[in-house]
């Protein structure tokens, strides 16, 4: 079976860091086509030039940290990747404080909607609380 970075271009940056295939592992299994379409999808930005390789790895710091991504083996493979491409360690944090501050939006933002759609499932208040079960009820 080739490696991910002998079918797909966009791998070959990775190609010394075998965390990556690892990584990746379960879905070349699972389904090579796929992964290899999803890694050029995501990974067209590393080998075009288009963006300068810092903001590429800042970038990849911000998806892998985002609460929609939360990808925990990323995050540190990313920071390492971004410190080598010249970002220094404040550009770092101010990327993940922006994940942060994401994930306190969605919150701000869903909670509201959460409370109306309980409210509209339960017939009246006292009801709710006791149907939420002991966790909802302190």
Request: proline share 7%.
């Amino acid at each position: 079976m080739q490696s991910g970075a002998q079918r797909n271009p966009s791998l070959r940056q990775y190609e010394s860091d075998r965390s990556v295939e690892r990584d990746l592992g379960s879905f070349l299994a699972l389904d090579p086509e796929w992964t290899d379409e999803f890694m050029a999808y995501g990974g067209g930005i590393y080998g075009s030039g288009v963006l300068p390789p810092k903001e590429v790895e800042l970038l990849s710091i911000a998806f892998d940290a985002s609460y929609t991504h939360m990808y925990a083996p990323g995050t540190p493979r990313q920071i390492v990747y971004a410190l080598k491409a010249g970002a220094t360690m404040q550009e770092i944090i101010e990327v993940l404080k922006l994940c942060v501050a994401q994930g306190m939006q969605a919150c701000n933002l869903d909670i509201p909607i959460l409370a109306e759609e309980l409210k509209r499932l339960e017939p009246n208040a006292s009801n709710s609380r006791n149907s939420l079960g002991p966790a909802a009820n302190p």
